[in-house]
């Protein structure tokens, strides 16, 4: 492996200086407002240090988006930068980084890395990488060509060492070095690669898009969690329907990588017969319109198939009520610890899924009380989706909606109505077991 990385860092394409490019030359100009990083790069330029901007930060500016974060690189040290700054801390094994904390933001300080002392496992994924080296070794090191940019703030130019700028304009996605020997490395690159073509509208390099399909399997052998956060990014990027279209068009669909990965390419294939389309495009929308999103509920929306079945059957024998608390007894152990859910998340979850069989009931104060519920409105909104997928539930998704917007004097008429015309879901009661009669003694 050290050989070949020797062998790729020789070749012409590895340039030492790398090419800067002056600010007039920019397809779009650096607009860089966030003080933030601004005081976080002269911090370390008064102490000495070189200091870039570096990225996803650098490659959505110029693509015209606004940056959700930005990284620094620096020549620096962790405990350099640790002392440069207070308010900042050391965080990872694998790969080193330094939060700084400047206000309420937090940005992220990584050393620039080397080649040498990377220590791989025995199927060939980096395990530590803690060797530091020169800025051209840190672009070499970097995933993609369009996230290898680094800008200088002080000298207003890009500094681009693998054509990303090319790249960038030409809407394509490259993998830098060979891609199959990266994603070896690193298996999470391949749903990096899905989730930055697809939400950047990127077409993938020929070269990097070959290996996907035989190189998912890796995938199988990385932590939950990890899979989990990587598959949550691609929930949360505004274009996750652009991002299952990409899965499938690289031939993903059908390797079993991550459950939740499973029901969203599920979902896909289903399309408007699924309560995830509708919810992942609602998600979609209001990311665009930077509004706020719930991850507890486009989960509910995502494990809904999983649930529903074990609800439908535990009814067979329960009241819907308690069908549901058994339902969700029943998949809570592989949502939390085979999934790699957090808590956080599944609580919420369970919250809309809970209140969900509480709905048909809304004689007497049952429908107030549930109105007064702190996930009522999430719950209603899973409502209305479930009831896009289920002509049945119109009605009952009808009423909520004008109760909740009722004068106090017409939602006791609406209950009232209810009350005399509708019969609420019968408890199913257990028969009790015949009691057998004394067996008569022989005389």
Excluded at 57 to 82: H, I, S
Excluded at 93 to 109: K, L, N, P, S
Excluded at 277 to 284: E, F, G, N, R, S
Aim: glycine share 6%; aromatic share 8%; net charge positive.
């Amino acid at each position: 492996m050290l050989k070949k990385w020797l062998k790729a860092w020789r070749s012409p394409k590895h340039k030492e200086g790398g090419d800067k490019v002056q600010a007039a030359r920019h397809p779009v100009a650096l607009d860089i407002r966030n003080h933030a990083v601004l005081k976080v790069l002269s911090g370390l330029h008064r102490a000495g240090f070189e200091a870039y901007l570096v990225g996803g930060a650098v490659r959505d500016l110029l693509l015209g988006k606004t940056p959700k974060d930005f990284d620094v690189a620096t020549n620096a040290l962790p405990e350099q930068v640790r002392s440069v700054f207070k308010r900042s801390r050391i965080i990872g094994r694998r790969f080193q980084i330094v939060h700084v904390m400047v206000g309420a933001e937090t940005i992220e300080v990584s050393t620039f890395r080397g080649g040498g002392n990377v220590k791989h496992n025995e199927s060939g994924r980096i395990v530590r990488d803690n060797a530091y080296g020169t800025l051209a070794q840190d672009a070499f090191r970097r995933d993609f060509t369009c996230n290898a940019l680094y800008y200088d703030v002080q000298n207003q130019q890009i500094i681009d060492f693998h054509n990303g700028l090319s790249d960038i304009r030409a809407k394509r996605l490259v993998m830098i070095g060979d891609a199959a020997e990266r994603y070896v490395e690193d298996p999470v690159r391949i749903l990096r690669a899905i989730r930055l073509s697809g939400k950047l509208g990127l077409t993938l390099d020929e070269a990097t898009a070959a290996p996907l399909a035989d190189h998912a399997v890796l995938l199988r052998h990385e932590p939950v969690s990890r899979l989990f956060d990587e598959l949550l990014k691609i929930l949360l990027s505004g274009h996750a329907a652009g991002c299952l279209r990409q899965f499938q068009a690289c031939g993903l669909q059908d390797v079993a990588i991550h459950p939740m990965l499973t029901a969203m390419l599920r979902a896909a294939e289903k399309s408007s017969l699924h309560i995830c389309v509708p919810a992942l495009t609602q998600t979609d929308e209001r990311l665009r319109e930077g509004k706020s999103v719930s991850v507890g509920f486009i989960l509910a929306a995502l494990f809904w198939d999983e649930l529903n079945a074990r609800w439908q059957d535990a009814q067979t024998r329960e009241s819907p009520i308690a069908a549901m608390n058994s339902a969700m007894i029943q998949l809570r152990g592989e949502l939390e610890r085979g999934w790699g859910v957090p808590q956080r998340f599944s609580a919420t979850m369970r919250e809309i899924w809970q209140l969900q069989p509480l709905f048909a009931y809304r004689r007497g104060q049952r429908a107030f009380r549930l109105l007064s519920q702190a996930r009522f409105r999430a719950a209603y909104d899973f409502l209305c989706l479930r009831a896009r997928i289920e002509p049945d539930l119109s009605e009952l998704a009808q009423w909520w909606t004008k109760f909740q917007s009722a004068g106090s004097a017409e939602r006791e008429q609406m209950v009232q109505a209810v009350s005399e015309t509708d019969a609420e879901p019968k408890k199913k009661r257990r028969r009790r077991p015949r009691r057998k009669k004394p067996a008569v003694a022989e005389s």
